[in-house]
């Protein structure tokens, strides 16, 4: 039955245009080319297509090694997860490289590298624990890192480099595996971002929220600085971090801004599972003015990193 009320459209009313006149968004010039077996790197990179998230992260790529030649600050914000999969052997590599001038940590990431850094592994069965009363409670990672930012307090430093500091003195069998480690003889700043009572040392009887307020307070002081410095060119990433490293990032750059400090045309990158709010909002678009870029790249860290790695190393 049909409708008055809605009479059908007339399509031999439909206006059309000539196939030469119309722009297109994909071009066989973009396209990919087959992967040869046994082949280089380098003939694997021009297998990606020039298109959507490959074009993208060739584009970020060259954002890295643009900001290396002009020496200006490539800052790694990044969540515990990135240690968890296995990522630190690369992520020192690149700190040798000088790809990796500043890191910006949570309080996950800081735990869970020291704890590799003692002894070679990580990461307690959560569930396991939880049920026997026993998780978040070993002994040696509290107490030492409690050590360790009471020390950086004595020292008037910042929790990044009071950890990285207390493990090369330990002389831990596993120190070299460690991120915070190679930071501190490389002289590569770290600043950690803690949320009193996210982690598990924070419940060790050893721990001082008054200790790691302070040291929280002169990294954030220390980060806002490297951030002043990426004006420009500067680099920021950000990984695996959700809410707290997006927040620290977003309030440095607000507080180099009220300080009169000019921040534009720098880039950043967020790498994460799924795209989120507030690293979308405050790493990739409300920061970035003037001819910087935010990218966002979705995808498992233990593959993207290493690729992403792999790509500034091969770039000519």
Known sequence: MPYPKYPLLDKKRVKTISFGDRQSLVNVKDFGMPIIPGAGFGEFL???PDILAAKDLKEFASCLQQARKADKPIVWGMGGHVVKVGLNRLLIDLME???????????AFMIHDFEIGMAGRTSEDVAAGLQAGNYGNTQET????????????????????AVGYYLKEAKFKYQRESVLYHAYTMNIPVTVHPTIGADFTHSHPMFSGEVAGALAERDFLQFASIVSRMGNGGVYLNIGSAV????????????CLNQGLTLKNFHTAVFDF????????NVRRRPVTGDG?????????EIMIPLLAALILNMN
């Open 97 to 107: 490289r000088g790809w990796i001038s500043a890191i910006a940590i949570n309080g």
């Open 274 to 281: 799924i795209r989120q709010y507030r690293p979308d909002e």
């Open 293 to 301: 870029k935010g990218f966002y790249f979705i995808g498992h860290h």
């Open 142 to 161: 509290g107490l030492f890192i409690s050590m360790a930012l009471k020390d950086g307090m004595r020292d008037g430093v910042g929790a990044g480099e």
């Open 244 to 255: 707290t490293l997006p927040e620290i990032f977003l309030k440095a750059v607000s507080f």
């Open 46 to 48: 021009k297998g990606i």
